[in-house]
């Protein structure tokens, strides 16, 4: 769409088999549950294609999107570099979110139903008898793209919201900061999702893994710009490192560089000893 290459990845097969596993007991509800998938989805790549058309307005194209059982990723060519740029591409998505509840919230108002009774499963089960099949996939499709809207704004970077909290503080910080304290908010949320997905859904669990190791990896890879287009070399360090609360190659004979979160510097090593540090502030 839009040029755009839209993919499934092959663990995608693994959300309606659990779908399926796990409501073995209640298969009408499982078979209605695994029917939705492709409706929500198509919700979800809507929101993916709302990060991708705005990145668009800032030059910045999309290389694909794709699916995956937690959801999907819009994987653009290259990080927006100013804020306000990044604010708007990660306020896209949900807010493609909002158009859409809001539209099936009027559409199932229409029939004389308050869409409002999705948002409460106690009264939403109690009422299943009352409602027709279309009034069930539009009030459900209401109260997801909420949830999707919702879900996706919690600070936990690099989620939208994750990212939304990291252009505030880029703002004030500068980018490389602003993507650190995201990055830790980001680890905590992601513990969050971790415990809480242990009693209520492994596929929280799942997306907490996700957001841990995603958040580290777009940290590293800052970190790394930075430090090849914004830094200089300092003076060679002195000989005696033991002095220096800098981490310590793993292995003797270490070569390559390592990050000190403290100084927010890299840490050029050769043949296991510091020689260079370098600053990118």
Request: aromatic content about 12%; some cysteine; hydrophobic content about 50%.
């Amino acid at each position: 769409m839009f040029g755009i290459g839209i993919y499934v990845h092959a663990t995608f097969l693994l959300l309606p088999a659990f779908v399926l596993l796990a409501n073995l007991g209640q298969i009408d509800f499982a078979l209605y549950t695994v029917m939705m998938i492709p409706a929500v989805f198509g919700c979800v790549v809507l929101h993916e294609l709302g990060h991708a058309l705005t990145a668009r307005r800032y030059g910045i194209e999309t290389r694909d999107i794709t699916l995956y059982p937690i959801g999907g990723v819009a994987r653009l060519e290259k990080l927006p570099e100013e804020p306000v740029e990044e604010f708007w591409i990660a306020i896209a998505g949900p807010a493609v979110n909002v158009v859409i509840a809001l539209l099936f919230g009027l559409t199932v108002l229409s029939t004389g139903l308050n869409p409002l009774i999705f948002l409460n499963p106690v009264i939403f089960m109690g009422s299943l008898t009352h409602l027709s099949f279309g009034q069930l996939v539009l009030g459900n499709l209401f109260a997801v793209n909420l949830f999707l809207a919702f879900f996706n704004l919690l600070p936990a970077f690099p989620m939208d919201g994750g990212r939304v909290l990291r252009a505030l503080l880029a703002t004030r910080l500068g980018q490389l900061r602003a993507t650190t304290i995201a990055a830790q908010i980001g680890v905590a949320m992601a513990v969050v999702f971790g415990l809480i997905g242990l009693i209520i859904n492994p596929m929280l669990t799942l997306l907490g893994i996700f957001v841990f190791f995603a958040g580290q990896q777009e940290l590293a890879a800052v970190r790394y710009r930075y430090g090849r287009r914004y830094s200089e070399p300092l003076d060679v360090l002195p000989a005696y490192e033991e002095e220096l609360d800098w981490p310590k190659p793993t292995r003797a004979g270490f070569s390559g560089f390592t990050w000190d979160s403290g100084s927010d510097r890299w840490i050029e090593w050769r043949n296991g000893r510091p020689v260079h540090s370098i600053s990118v502030n």
